[in-house]
């Protein structure tokens, strides 16, 4: 326990330095650009003081106008075209949006490289100390800040008065669809939920990777029916745990509620698009557990590195766990177009490059970051 308690001081130390760093590295002017048009903000230490963004303070929190909180944190090269894909969807649905950020030098190089609807860009910090000790009851191990972003959506849709919310880790997911069809699909969810009163679904992720034994955040709408800060408030030990020790030594956020639909009179449930490809960002090749490419087709889920490189048919494609089927007429022919015209690097290729690898007619869609 001691160990435990100095591991944590240690990381709340490093971190607060990393922060301060953050902070003077988000300094300086920024043109974001917005519809079309340029606006000249000046950032110093990571406040904006001249050029106001924040156009409305909220508007979101139901199916006519939902509400998506964009939680990110990390640094990778397809980090800023996931956000980007997560700000079309947004815009696509005439949605309300927070992105949850704990690191200013990420929230600046979003301000300056991604594509706005208008100045209504809201970033918010995660709830960190005034979640601690509700939190340190629902994680073990290296899951203490990821905890605290899970849980500030439920926080703060709570202050702003919305019973319902997506919950998406904006920084590392990515549907290979076009965003009016993956729109069409959150909706349906959307609809699904408030129909059938379930208080949490979630994409299908983890859920047939475990053979139905791990529900996990990831794209997660929130239908909040069952008062989970209260739940979460309640919880006065880690005892829930012993459940799930014989697959988990970690435990974050995605295991207690795994527990809450084991366990608890609570609708928890998880949804896939028929036909869809899907991305989990990550070195996939090296680590194809934890990142990966998939589609889902005729009640199986495929991960064609798995499938195809490892040649491992049985971890490749798996059953279909039990989960929602949406199904918006999603092709695996649309998913390879937007992979390799939108994702593939090569649609950066100047004209010797083509030839050189003789593929002009590949990738011939510049994408939408301003790089």
């Known amino acids: 326990m001691i160990k435990s308690k100095i591991k944590n001081m240690v990381k709340t130390i490093i971190k607060s330095f990393k922060k301060v760093g953050w902070r003077c590295m988000d300094t300086g002017p ?6 079309g048009q340029i606006h000249r903000i000046i950032r110093f230490f990571g406040f904006t003081v001249s050029g106001k963004l924040d156009g409305q303070k909220g508007k979101g929190g ?23 894909m997560w700000l079309d969807i947004a815009a696509q649905m005439g949605a309300d949006y927070y992105i949850i950020c704990d690191n200013k030098w990420l929230e600046h190089k979003v301000l300056k490289t991604c594509l706005f609807e208008d100045r209504n860009i809201k970033f918010i910090p995660s709830y960190g100390r005034s979640l601690r000790q ?13 905890t605290h972003a899970h849980l500030t959506p439920f926080y703060h849709a709570k202050k702003m008065g919305y019973q319902s919310f997506w919950s998406v880790d904006a920084d590392d997911t990515s549907f290979l669809m076009e965003y009016e069809r993956t729109s069409q699909a959150l909706i349906q969810v959307e609809q699904y939920v ?9 994409l299908d992720m983890w859920f047939s990777r475990t053979h139905g034994k791990h529900w996990s955040f990831g794209v997660t709408f929130i239908n909040d029916n069952v008062g989970f800060i209260d739940i ?13 020790q014989e697959m988990e030594t970690a435990f974050n956020l995605d295991w207690f509620f795994t527990y809450l639909k084991d ?64 199904d918006v007429r999603a092709t695996k ?27 002009q007619d590949f990738a011939s869609d510049k994408g939408y970051l301003r790089f």
């Open 333 to 359: 022919d649309e998913g390879m177009r937007i992979l390799e015209n939108r994702i593939c690097k090569s649609r950066y290729f100047q004209s010797q490059q083509r030839r050189l690898f003789q593929n």
């Open 263 to 326: 366990f608890e009179d609570i609708k928890i449930e998880t949804f896939y698009i028929e036909r869809c490809w899907f991305i989990h960002w990550g070195n996939s090749l090296i680590n194809p557990f934890y990142s990966w490419v998939n589609y889902w087709e005729n009640g199986k889920i495929h991960y064609p590195i798995l499938e195809g490189i490892y040649h491992n048919k049985e971890a490749g494609c798996l059953d279909i766990a039990d989960a929602v089927r949406i």
């Open 194 to 202: 408030k129909e059938k009163g379930v208080s949490a679904m979630s």
């Open 232 to 244: 979460f408030q309640n919880t006065v030990s880690k005892e829930w745990m012993k459940h799930y």
């Open 30 to 35: 920024i043109d974001v650009h917005m519809n």
């Open 62 to 84: 139901g199916i006519s106008t939902p509400v998506f909180y964009l939680k990110i944190n990390r640094e990778a090269p397809y980090t800023l075209e996931c956000i980007q």
């Open 134 to 146: 509700t939190a340190d009851r629902l994680y073990t191990g290296n899951w203490r800040f990821a």
